[in-house]
């Protein structure tokens, strides 16, 4: 038995799954899912994640908060979250590179929003000495400051496709043509949540929605709003997406969406204005990664990491400064979106 003739006898039994059903169990089926049954990241992984390419990632992104935590009168105790922390490495960056910052540490509850059991042990070894507590989903963080950082979380969130037909849509469906897994579109009907993409699409463009994110942004949104804090949002996308982003990754290779399901990594691009305007606090202005880590200064950390370094580690530093900023790189394609209480800058890196 495979996940994929799990799905086949599903759809034979109860027709077509929408493409959000299909990365759903290709990602979290408890027994075949990609992230509930491995540790996908690094090198020797499928993918590998900015926080896994330098610490100065994770490094950067923990004194942004550590400063936004400091201007807002360094509230305590607070909530120090991470949703999809994947091997812990971002957080653990983020907690030695804070270790100097007075209370910080001391005011700071560490929770984790992990669907891996896999993932959760690595972090419960990464975090050990954080004492971490581990929640299933956003709506359990505490009624407190809330300090949140998601890196690549957003983009593994299950995908809605539609494709416009007229003035209604027709959502992108995945069943069975000849035992095999196929994308097909389902009946023309008409979408209210998509009426604003009536005016930046034409006929047969393809949409996506993530049904999950708008209320994740609201329960993280309205701890900030009622309880100060500040959220770090990093993912690829843009303010608006248009077309097709599924994809699929297995060995560091594209791969096809429908082949092996569970055995890629399945993701979409984020969608940042429908983040953005699910926020009940304020937010900043899109910013590219690079752009966010230069202004932290990440050119002066990897110069003072550098120093005594030569030869392999002292390419490898520079690939991976390159890597993070650079335009061709990661640097334009991921985005930064700042979450912030009114009546607050947005954290240092951002523009209001
Ligand atoms: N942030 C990490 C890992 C990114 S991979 C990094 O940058 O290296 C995506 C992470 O999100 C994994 O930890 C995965 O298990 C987790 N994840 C995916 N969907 C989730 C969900 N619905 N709830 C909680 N965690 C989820």
């Excluded at 990602?27 to 990241?41: E, I, W």
């Excluded at 690094?42 to 004194?63: K, V, Y």
């Excluded at 399945?266 to 305007?277: I, N």
Aim: net charge negative; proline share 9%; hydrophobic share 40%.
């Amino acid at each position: 038995m495979s996940l994929r003739d799990l799905l086949a006898a599903r759809i034979a039994a109860q027709g077509p799954i929408t493409v959000a059903e299909y990365m759903a169990e290709c990602l979290m089926h408890p027994r075949f899912g990609y992230y509930a049954t491995r540790d996908p990241l690094g090198a020797q992984g499928d993918f590998i994640t900015a926080p896994e390419i330098s610490q100065m990632f994770g490094e950067l992104i923990g004194l942004s908060l550590a400063q936004a935590w400091m201007d807002q009168g360094q509230p305590s105790p607070f909530t120090l979250a991470e949703a999809g922390p994947g091997r812990g490495t971002l957080m653990a960056d983020a907690l030695r590179a804070t270790r100097a910052v007075p209370g910080f540490h001391a005011a700071a509850q560490v929770v984790l929003i992990e669907a891996s059991p896999t993932l959760r042990d690595v972090q419960s070894q990464t975090l050990a000495s954080h004492a971490p507590k581990w929640i299933d989903h956003v709506d359990a963080l505490p009624q407190q400051p809330l300090f949140f950082i998601a890196n690549e979380f957003f983009d593994a969130l299950p995908i809605r496709q539609f494709q416009r037909d007229g003035e209604h849509w027709r959502e992108r469906q995945i069943g069975l043509d000849d035992g095999r897994l196929r994308f097909g579109l389902g009946p023309a009907q008409p979408q209210p949540a998509l009426d604003h993409r009536h005016e930046d699409t034409a006929d047969g463009d393809l949409v996506e929605d993530c049904p999950s994110a708008a209320p994740i942004i609201d329960a993280i949104g309205r701890r900030i709003a009622d309880h100060g804090g500040a959220g770090l949002i990093i993912d690829y996308g843009d303010w608006r997406s248009l077309g097709d982003t599924l994809q699929a990754v297995k060995g560091h290779e594209p791969s096809d969406p429908l082949v092996d399901p569970g055995e890629a990594d399945l993701t979409a691009h984020v969608d940042f204005e429908a983040l953005a305007q699910a926020a009940p606090c304020r937010y900043s202005r899109l910013t590219p990664q690079g752009v966010f880590l230069e202004r932290l200064g990440i050119t002066q950390r990897a110069q003072a990491l550098a120093k005594g370094l030569t030869g392999d580690p002292l390419d490898q530093l520079i690939a991976a400064h390159r890597r993070l900023t650079h335009p061709d790189e990661m640097g334009q394609l991921f985005k930064v979106l700042g979450l912030y209480p009114e009546g607050h800058q947005p954290p240092p890196g951002l523009d209001p």
